[in-house]
């Protein structure tokens, strides 16, 4: 059983890019949170996905947005990109009403 | 806000003896309580959980402590091992499938 997957590993970007980052959750899971972790920091919440639809938003700027399929698996996209969106973004899936979450690897981005 | 409190940043034991991290946090209704341990360049794991209708957790050498009058948990890792050495993370959600609020990290090393 595969747990939570997530791509690409690492990517680097320019200021005012975009980008989409892809997560696939563990078997069985039907939630994904996304999370953002900047450089010797704790994860800080961005945005969670259930049934297709955000049901809960951190304090992250409209440039950050996301979609999940009919699969359970989702994205990320960020717009616009900042020297400060540089990261590791990290996706968590759990399951239907458990407050439990696992991790994928994340995706460290760097904006340059 | 919703905010957590983690101390020490950083903490250095002898190997074989405890390590203690405690966290506090603000949101009254939080009432799930993980804790992460993530090694350089790895993703967050989950190491041990509790929820407030319980006051304490054991898991061979973790433990973990609540005190819902005084938003209080804590971590006790005994009779500690290098592989212990890692950046751990206590959090708090208000449960089943909420966002979780995550400490600013205990970077804890073992000298042998």
């Known amino acids: 059983d595969a747990g939570v997957t997530q791509s690409p590993t690492h990517l680097i970007k320019t200021r005012g890019q975009q980008v989409t980052l892809r997560c696939s959750p563990k078997?069985?899971?039907?939630?994904v949170s996304w999370y953002q972790q900047a450089l010797g920091q704790g994860p800080q919440f961005i945005f969670q996905?259930?049934?297709?639809?955000?049901?809960q938003r951190g304090n992250f700027p409209d440039r950050f947005s996301g979609h999940q399929f009919p699969n359970y698996s989702s994205e990320l996209n960020v717009n616009a990109l900042l020297l400060g969106d540089s990261a590791l973004y990290l996706c968590?899936?759990?399951?239907?009403?458990?407050?439990?979450?696992?991790f994928g690897p994340g995706t460290r981005l760097l904006v340059l | 806000g919703e905010n957590v409190e983690q101390h020490p940043s950083t903490l250095s034991v002898q190997e074989g003896d405890s390590a203690v991290i405690k966290c506090t946090y603000s949101?009254?209704?939080?009432?799930?309580f993980p804790w992460y341990k993530q090694e350089l360049g790895k993703r967050p794991q989950l190491i041990i959980d509790?929820?407030?209708?319980?006051g304490e957790k054991k898991d061979q050498r973790i433990a973990v402590t609540l005190n819902k009058t005084a938003k209080h948990f804590s971590l006790h890792i005994t009779e500690t091992q290098p592989e212990d050495s890692a950046v751990y993370f206590c959090?708090?959600?208000?449960?089943?499938?909420?966002?979780?609020?995550f400490g600013s990290g205990t970077r804890l090393s073992i000298r042998p």
């Open positions: 509790i929820r407030s209708n319980v």
């Open positions: 959090a708090a959600s208000k449960g089943s499938a909420s966002k979780i609020i």
């Open positions: 996905y259930y049934e297709e639809e955000e049901r």
């Open positions: 949101d009254s209704a939080s009432n799930y």
């Open positions: 968590a899936s759990s399951l239907p009403g458990e407050g439990t979450q696992y």
């Open positions: 078997s069985g899971h039907d939630t």
